[in-house]
């Protein structure tokens, strides 16, 4: 073309550009070079070939674009059309939609959809409706786009109203229609209406529910709602199944609590992918199952499945709940042996997990590890320090990450708790009064707690009083019940049965009010009204919750409830209470009743 004179002819160089730029996009650039240096006159067709080459670049596009109108060439429908594919942001889809309306083009259908699309993906619903009601004539397309948006943000009601309006215009629903119907009855767990979309396809044979796409969403549908032999219908109805559709029976199986059957259907799947493995795993951590968690885990492994980050949060959030420190370290262990990005979600689980298990030295090696924290990152080790009784360290700390990241109202509610165990009363009462000024951040029920709970400790009991009087929301049986445990420890009888009587409003059928106030009114020797108390309590059938502890052996929970003799193993632990019993008694000078509830606890 240079030879013969034809470099920077407009025909030729169309052709040059669109084979560089869309047949072969990996020569990009090179049809930038072209465009910019060997064309001295393009064309309409020149400026939307490279428009659409730069739709993944909103800024690169935006300025072609520019040049064009410059030029004094205007753009038609399909111009306006790559550059709203380009627009990230509904900022740059308001100005593709004014030229659109400038330059009368605002009433082509397919532009208008895609403009609906664009703004009910971002959520901009009030946009979405004024293009849907500015249209001459609505297609299903439109009313497609409108129910699967509502559906999506769980505007499930509208997209129902939408679906009626689509029957009463005259149209005919198809596939996608109905695939965002279902969705909103599953949001809803409206198994009736459920039914009556399925019977709805049944009898129109052009919508079948063995459409992968339908019957998938018929699927999620009946999952969503617990109607599993329905879904198990569905599931085996399906002429060609996907990983969706397994993975979507699965989760089916767990919500309703058969386990059973989902490990069967798992080694049935003929493939897997991470969201298999990690709620198979997730099924076994919601019952406290981590020896069969763990071997699930390490099948996955030796299937050459690597686990990604959601796999290793669940299994140290598991170890952290059980409290099961070793098991925890082995996770973290694997984490740094495969280089596994340690982000701030997997970050925030091993914080939670070493503080837990009493390691708050480890939590804070991991936390200075972490490169990028987040808002939660950062709570959950000031959480740390403040359950280890680490208040100062926990307030500098709070003053660091202020320079990095803004609390949140659970960061300031973790800073409280560190100033309530700690007894930093004044740093407590300013931060309180500091929150919303400084942090933008309104006190709720918990802050007012804490505030209650750090006044009443302190022993300033009536200023307490004060603040649940003042509160601007009801106080909570929490509050109450922080009240009484701080009159038991000042010994302030008149406060605890205020306080004791607005806790039996809230809770009455609960022990821990009547147990207070009865150990109040004998720590006081007012033995009568103890005795009175506890005959009150049994009057009304409230009995006290018996003492309980747990202990995780070879990844087993197991729970010992006091005064339980129907324990498997009974009969073995019997013996060694009553050698623990002995052997105290010679180190120890407790008095004999103390002996006596002792075994009768045991």
């Not at 208008?112 to 993906?121: A, E, G, I």
Request: one cysteine or more; glycine letters at 6%; charged letters at 20%.
């Amino acid at each position: 073309m240079m030879r013969i004179g034809l470099i920077g002819e407009t025909f030729p160089m169309s052709r040059l550009i669109l084979y560089s730029a869309i047949s072969h996009p990996e020569n990009l650039d090179m049809s930038i070079l072209l465009f910019s240096y060997f064309t001295p006159h393009p064309n309409l067709f020149i400026y939307k070939t490279m428009i659409s080459a730069l739709s993944f670049a909103f800024k690169q596009a935006y300025v072609v674009y520019k040049s064009m109108l410059r030029s004094s060439i205007w753009p038609e429908k399909q111009t306006l059309l790559y550059l709203l594919k380009a627009a990230k942001h509904v900022s740059e889809a308001k100005q593709v939609h004014c030229h659109a309306i400038v330059m009368g083009l605002v009433s082509y259908d397919y532009l208008l959809n895609s403009l609906l699309k664009m703004y009910m993906n971002n959520g901009k619903m009030d946009l979405a409706r004024k293009v849907f009601l500015c249209r001459s004539s609505s297609d299903v397309a439109s009313f497609n786009i409108m129910i699967v948006g509502h559906a999506k943000t769980g505007n499930s009601l509208e997209a129902i109203k939408m679906f009626r309006k689509l029957v009463d215009s005259g149209l005919e629903p198809d596939e996608f229609t109905i695939s965002g119907l279902l969705v909103c009855c599953g949001k809803l767990v409206d198994a009736r209406l459920g039914k009556s979309v399925h019977a709805w396809m049944a009898r129109r044979k052009h919508i079948s529910s063995s459409n992968l796409v339908l019957g998938n969403a018929l699927l999620h549908m009946y999952v969503k709602c617990k109607e599993i032999e329905l879904g198990r219908r569905t599931f085996d109805a399906l002429r060609v199944k996907d990983i969706v559709s397994w993975n979507t029976m699965f989760e089916g199986f767990v919500m309703v609590g058969e386990l059973e059957s989902a490990r069967s259907l798992f080694n049935h799947m003929p493939c897997r992918d991470f969201v298999s493995w990690n709620s198979l795993i997730c099924s076994y951590a919601q019952n406290d199952d981590l020896t069969m968690m763990t071997k699930v885990f390490k099948d996955m492994v030796a299937e050459n499945v690597m686990p990604d980050n959601v796999t290793v949060t669940i299994l140290v959030a598991v170890a952290a709940e059980v409290g099961e420190l070793n098991q925890g370290r082995w996770i973290h262990g694997m984490v740094l042996r495969t280089g596994m990005k340690i982000n701030a979600f997997l970050g925030s689980a091993l914080i939670n997990l070493y503080w837990k298990c009493g390691s708050i030295e480890k939590a804070f090696v991991v936390f200075r590890d972490i490169t990028e924290k987040d808002v939660t990152v950062w709570t959950t080790m000031i959480t740390g320090f403040a359950f280890h009784g680490y208040g100062r360290k926990a307030l500098e700390l709070f003053s660091e990450m202020q320079e990095e990241e803004m609390p949140n109202k659970v960061t300031i509610l973790a800073v409280l708790t560190a100033c309530v165990h700690c007894g930093l009363i004044d740093e407590g009462l300013e931060l309180f009064s500091s929150m919303k000024e400084n942090y933008g951040i309104e006190p709720g029920i918990e802050h007012y707690g804490c505030l209650v709970d750090l006044l009443g400790r302190s022993g300033r009991l009536t200023k307490a009083k004060d603040v649940i009087d003042m509160m601007p929301m009801k106080p909570s049986r929490s509050i109450w019940g922080a009240m009484l445990s701080n009159c038991r420890a000042h010994g302030n009888v008149e406060m605890a049965e205020i306080a004791w009587r607005e806790l039996l409003k809230l809770e009455p059928d609960k022990e821990g009010g009547y147990v207070l106030l009865s150990n109040i009114y004998a720590a006081n020797n007012k033995w009568s009204f103890s005795d009175k108390i506890r005959e009150v309590m049994e009057s009304r059938g409230v009995k006290k919750t018996a003492g309980c502890s747990s202990i995780v052996v070879d990844g087993v929970l197991h729970d010992f409830v006091a005064a339980d003799k129907r324990h498997p193993r009974w009969l073995n632990m019997q013996p060694i209470l009553y050698f623990l019993n002995s052997e105290m008694r010679l180190h120890t000078d407790f008095p004999e009743d103390f002996w006596v509830a002792f075994m009768e606890a045991c």
